[in-house]
Nanobody
Framework: QVQLVESVGGLVQPGGSLRLSCAASRSIDSISAMAWYRQVPGKQRDLVATITTAGNTNYADSVKGRFTMSRDNAMNTVYLQMNSLKPEDTAVYYC??????????????WGKGTLVTVSS
């Protein structure tokens, strides 16, 4: 079992920046991948960014060039640096951990979510 705790989001003006963190209860070296998702009312939860144990990252097209995901293995923490924020980035952001298994489907764990509001 993995517990995930996101940092507090907040209110940011358009064009501003914010960094989110997600602290895991176990070594992220033992987690196949970490991810950030986001969700707005009435819509599905969408993938924002992923990072693997090897450090490979992928981003949704909507955030490429603006968001950066990183990790600190010693602190069991991943981050999402969000720059050039737009109103459409407003959402509840969720940290996600994926534990792969040899023969079975992977197991996912979720943080409780943190609200990021981009508005003037």
């Amino acid at each position: 079992q993995v517990q995930l705790v996101e940092s507090v989001g907040g209110l940011v003006q358009p064009g501003g920046s914010l960094r989110l963190s997600c602290a895991a209860s176990r070594s992220i070296d033992s987690i196949s991948a970490m991810a950030w998702y986001r969700q707005v009312p009435g819509k599905q939860r969408d993938l924002v960014a992923t990072i693997t144990t090897a450090g490979n990252t992928n981003y949704a097209d909507s955030v490429k060039g603006r968001f950066t995901m990183s990790r600190d293995n010693a602190m069991n923490t991943v981050y999402l640096q969000m720059n050039s924020l737009k109103p459409e980035d407003t959402a509840v952001y969720y940290c996600n951990a994926v534990i792969s298994r040899l023969r079975d489907l992977p197991i996912r764990y979720w943080g409780k979510g943190t609200l990021v509001t981009v508005s003037s």
